[in-house]
């Protein structure tokens, strides 16, 4: 990379860390669970879509839609919505409140049980199911993942996808249909904010715009948004 374009990295745990949330967790803290170099890096497939570039050049882009197959997807965090983007068909734009915990200390235990790689299939099913956000099989290797069944039915999770220094991301909170209402969910992430702040971390999470009453629970429970994102479901073009 050349002078000109050289980016200079937020210092870890800054907020501003924030502003490329997936570049900086596969950068600093996830690398094992990704690919890409100086330019471009995403997520292994089957861990998630989600795939991210060091600036918004048009080199970064062609970069990362030539490590994608012919037609794959991948899912973009953005601070702003651009023309376009060089090497991808844009499928859709998502504007997401990137909100971030402002509350006290928890304390709250977990509600339900851990899940782990033997819930793997069960998981993908509710997130394909409820559509949380990106999720695929491996997803739950990202961090820890919680979850409530009832009468042997995965009800209600949450985990943790992305992290870097200072902050980790609560993901994919989703309840099953047949069992919303009872306040699970605030439960769950609660219990997440616990465990994330005793490794003395910041939680923070993404939320479609939108989601207004998703997005007036997780103020009621302590997180305010920090600035609206720009989520981009992109595949490469033909």
């Not at 870890?12 to 690919?35: K, R």
């Not at 062609?62 to 376009?84: E, H, K």
């Not at 734009?93 to 977990?110: A, D, F, R, T």
Request: aromatic share 6%.
């Amino acid at each position: 990379m050349s002078a000109a374009t050289r980016v200079i990295q937020p210092a870890p745990s800054s907020p501003a860390i924030l502003d490329n949330p997936v570049w900086n967790a596969l950068s600093l803290t996830q690398t094992h669970f990704g690919e890409g170099g100086e330019l471009a890096k995403r997520y292994l497939p089957d861990i998630s879509p989600l795939a991210a570039t060091v600036d918004l050049s048009a080199a970064a882009h062609l970069r990362l839609a030539g490590m994608l197959g012919d037609g794959q997807g991948a899912g973009l965090v953005l601070t702003s919505r651009l023309p376009s983007l060089p090497g991808f068909e844009i499928m859709q734009w998502l504007p997401v409140n990137q909100m971030v915990w402002e509350g006290k200390k928890v304390l709250v235990p977990n509600p339900g049980e851990v899940l782990g790689s033997k819930d793997a299939p069960e998981m993908l099913a509710l997130a394909q199911l409820t559509r949380p956000g990106p999720f695929a099989i491996r997803t739950n290797e990202l961090g820890r993942y919680i979850g409530i069944r009832k009468e042997g039915q995965l009800a209600a999770m949450a985990g943790e996808r992305m992290r870097m220094p200072g902050f980790t991301e609560v993901s994919a909170v989703c309840t099953h249909p047949d069992h919303r209402g009872h306040g699970y969910a605030s439960e769950l992430v609660l219990a997440m904010v616990t465990t994330i702040q005793q490794r003395g971390d910041v939680p923070f999470l993404h939320v479609a715009e939108e989601n207004a009453s998703a997005i007036r629970i997780y103020e009621k429970l302590g997180f305010n948004t920090r600035r609206l994102m720009q989520f981009a479901i992109v595949k490469r073009a033909a």
